[in-house]
């Protein structure tokens, strides 16, 4: 079955600076791979996803690429702010199963 | 839009008692997600159903947990009897469509003693 690998475990970074968070995947027949944030003590919350059929997709301070080759993805945040201190997670699936497999997290802290 | 709603949100039991969680998922999603989150971890699918009909529930440890979803939209998940690696929370998430973007409960916090 699908298994997904992230690093770093924790991130510590300055405020303004950018953030990068990075994803492997096992099964090269996934091809959705959801971004989620999950403050302290509250529900995951979608920040940003893409399919494979795109390589790299950006929402404001937000961007997630993708290498299908290399079978990993990654986050990025510029800017980083306060409120951007939590913890990510990502996730992948393939269509037709649409089990999310999750990584195991990382625990971004914006330094002030 | 209401989001989808668990309860209870605390339970704290002691290993081998029972112990059920409930689930309101966003009305009109069909697909209906338990995920549990072992503290430091992702969340792992326990089992998923569309409407009332369960998809995938390979990871359910099926000697002590069940789950069902009567007629659609409300749902139930029981562990009998609990053990001391149960202690988790236990997500609820639901989509409109399979392979939509999936909508999470607060969770409910469970501590087996």
């Known amino acids: 079955g699908e298994n997904v690998e992230q690093h770093p475990s924790t991130l510590s970074v300055q405020e303004g600076d950018s953030a990068v968070i990075k994803c492997t995947y096992s099964d090269s027949a996934s091809n959705y791979f959801p971004w989620y944030k999950q403050e302290l003590g509250k529900r995951p919350q979608l920040i940003i996803d893409?399919?494979?059929?795109?390589g790299e997709k950006k929402d404001q301070r937000i961007a997630v690429t993708l290498n299908k080759t290399a079978k990993h993805f990654s986050l990025h945040i510029t800017e980083t702010q306060p409120e951007d201190s939590a913890v990510y997670f990502c996730?992948?699936?393939?269509?037709?199963?649409?089990?999310?497999?999750f990584g195991q997290g990382t625990r971004l802290t914006i330094n002030p | 839009e209401a989001g989808v709603a668990q309860s209870p949100r605390y339970k704290i039991i002691e290993k081998r008692q029972s112990v059920a969680f409930w689930c309101n998922p966003i009305s009109g999603h069909a697909t209906l997600y338990w995920y549990q989150q072992i503290l430091g971890q992702g969340p792992k699918l326990l089992i998923q159903?569309?409407?009332?009909?369960?998809?995938?529930d390979s990871q359910l440890p099926k000697d002590r947990f069940s789950a069902e979803r009567l007629k659609g939209v409300d749902s139930t998940l029981k562990i009998q009897p609990a053990k001391l690696e149960d202690s988790a929370v236990y997500l609820c998430a639901s989509s409109l469509i399979q392979g939509g973007e999936q909508f999470f409960g607060p969770g409910t916090r469970l501590t087996v003693l």
């Open positions: 996730a992948a699936s393939r269509a037709g199963a649409q089990k999310l497999v």
């Open positions: 159903f569309q409407n009332n009909g369960v998809v995938d």
């Open positions: 893409i399919r494979s059929n795109v």
